[in-house]
Nanobody, 120 residues
Framework: QVQLVESGGGLVQPGGSLRLSCTASGRFFRIADMGWYRQAPGKERELVAT???????NYADSVKGRFTISRDNAKNTVYLQLNSLKPEDTAVYYCNAEVISTGFNEYRTWGQGTQVTVSS
């Protein structure tokens, strides 16, 4: 079983920055695509950014130019740098990973989420 552990959330003022981290641990062959999603109160979970194992990236229009996703394959870790934060970025941010098991099965798993609050 793979676990994703997120960290780095918190309270920040508008215009501020945060860096989220998510590390995969457990038994697996490799981690393929990784990504960040977010869910604000009363809203559905939405994609923020994704990154392939080859570091190709994709962003939601609402975060382009402000957020940057990156990864360290050796550490099975994905990062999300959040800059120029706005109150509407307030949400629980979830890490997601496509796992290739030791039996070469593919499945997706989620982290527990980390709260990001943007407020003055």
């Amino acid at each position: 079983q793979v676990q994703l552990v997120e960290s780095g959330g918190g309270l920040v003022q508008p215009g501020g920055s945060l860096r989220l981290s998510c590390t995969a641990s457990g038994r697996f062959f490799r981690i393929a695509d990784m990504g960040w999603y977010r869910q604000a109160p009363g809203k559905e979970r939405e994609l923020v950014a994704t990154i392939t194992s080859g570091s190709s990236t994709n962003y939601a229009d609402s975060v382009k130019g402000r957020f940057t996703i990156s990864r360290d394959n050796a550490k099975n870790t994905v990062y999300l740098q959040l800059n120029s934060l706005k109150p509407e970025d307030t949400a629980v941010y979830y890490c997601n990973a496509e796992v290739i098991s030791t039996g070469f099965n593919e499945y997706r798993t989620w982290g527990q989420g980390t709260q990001v609050t943007v407020s003055s």
